[in-house]
């Protein structure tokens, strides 16, 4: 099934008892959807990227439990809590370093552990994966509200890897603050990375911009030093994949020397996170980094453009830390460093 001429991009919906999302690997030559219904395709979608972001990476997967509740044959309330935590299992294995997966997923299951019948589970996990889809698109807007105050009109700002509409169920992380920014009346050009090796800037965060008619740039990855150097970029603002109480950043390789390069030059470095993106438990040394296939990086389409034999290394993930980042947006405000003070402060 393939859509045209959206309005908002919607990356991952519940329709007809299915669960529905954009295929990222087809982006930017196909707008095309496909339809999940089994929750072992859901999980392959998250494994795959074709759909990925942390937000929608956690939406994703509650909607692929309440897949799972919908199609159990159980006809006990034991018997589904087997099938559930049996699907529960397969999707929180799909990706190690995003932790909105794994609070999505427990938050559902929560819900699945309190019903008595299974109907009121069923109706439960659907219901809270439902709610999450909502709260993922209020809590970004919020974001972008908070986050649009700390952009001028007519700043150039950097962006690495994808954090938008597509990196979420829609509106977007960094890309939600731009988004704000723009809809306060504020004229915002982008730059955005490449984001090697499987290239989400390039396919995604540009194809995500132009869609929505936002003047962006695309640069390679090894030009953003240059960048800075030339006074061309006045702001940057990232995603998050996973965000440290202490306000270690993990995010997509590549962040932390964007983050480096930007404290050399003076220039602001932002990170747009929710608060289902924090982990308030993981020390830095305790956060696993995904390592994805070397044909990522080896291969640019179906051509090998490495010799065999070479050792290759292809981490998904590094860490920025605190001492290199501005603020942290999040929906309840702008977090300043020292980040575990701050975060306490705001929540109490």
Same mark, same amino acid.
């Given at each position: ?18 669960? $529905?999302? %954009? ?28 759909? +990925?972001?942390?937000?929608? #990476? ?19 309330i034991?018997?589904? +809590?087997t ?14 370093t995003?932790?909105?997966?794994f ?9 699945? *552990?309190?019903?008595k019948? $299974?109907?009121? =589970?069923r ?13 993922? #698109? ?23 890897c ?23 009346? *504020? ?21 995500e911009?132009q869609h929505?008619g936002?003047?962006?740039?695309? #640069? ?8 800075m150097?030339?006074g061309?970029? *006045?702001?940057i603002?990232?995603?998050?994949? +996973?965000?440290l ?6 995010? *997509?390789?590549?962040?932390?020397? $964007? ?21 308030? @438990? ?11 296939? %070397? ?10 453009? =490495? ?32 980040? @575990? ?8």
């Amino acid at each position: 099934m393939a859509r045209k001429n959206l309005d908002l991009l919607l990356t991952v919906e519940w329709k007809d008892d299915s669960v $529905v999302m %954009i295929d990222q690997t087809k982006l930017p030559n196909k707008l095309v959807y496909v339809k999940c219904t089994d929750y072992k395709q859901v999980a392959d979608a998250i494994k795959k990227l074709v759909v +990925r972001g942390a937000p929608a #990476i956690g939406v994703t997967a509650a909607l692929g439990l309440a897949l799972a509740a919908q199609q159990s044959k159980a006809s006990t309330i034991s018997e589904l +809590r087997t099938d559930l935590d049996a699907a529960f299992k397969v999707l929180r294995a799909t990706r190690p370093t995003a932790v909105n997966l794994f609070w999505a997923l427990e938050r559902v299951m929560a819900k699945a *552990k309190r019903a008595k019948t $299974v109907e009121d =589970a069923r109706n439960a996990v659907l219901s809270e994966a439902k709610k999450m889809w909502e709260e993922d #698109i209020q809590a970004n807007r919020q974001m972008g509200s908070f986050g649009a105050s700390l952009f001028r009109d007519g700043d150039v700002v950097l962006t690495h890897c994808n954090a938008g509409s597509l990196a979420t169920v829609a509106y977007g992380t960094a890309l939600g603050v731009i988004r704000a920014a723009r809809e306060q009346g *504020k004229r915002l050009s982008v730059i955005a990375t490449e984001t090697r090796p499987v290239m989400q800037g390039s396919r995604l965060t540009a194809f995500e911009l132009q869609h929505d008619g936002v003047d962006v740039s695309l #640069i390679p990855d090894t030009a953003v030093g240059h960048m800075m150097a030339r006074g061309a970029i *006045k702001r940057i603002v990232v995603g998050a994949d +996973r965000v440290l109480r202490t306000g270690h950043v993990f995010n *997509k390789i590549g962040t932390y020397q $964007v983050a480096t390069l930007a404290k050399r030059h003076k220039i602001p470095f932002y990170v747009a996170a929710p608060l289902s993106t924090f982990d308030f @438990e993981s020390s830095p040394d305790e956060v696993v980094i995904e390592e994805r296939s %070397i044909d990522e990086v080896v291969k640019v389409g179906k051509k090998r453009v =490495a010799p065999k034999g070479v050792r290759i290394f292809n981490p998904a993930f590094d860490m920025t830390p605190p001492e290199l980042i501005t603020g942290i947006i999040t929906e309840k405000g702008v977090l300043k460093p020292p980040f @575990e003070k701050s975060l306490k402060a705001m929540l109490g």
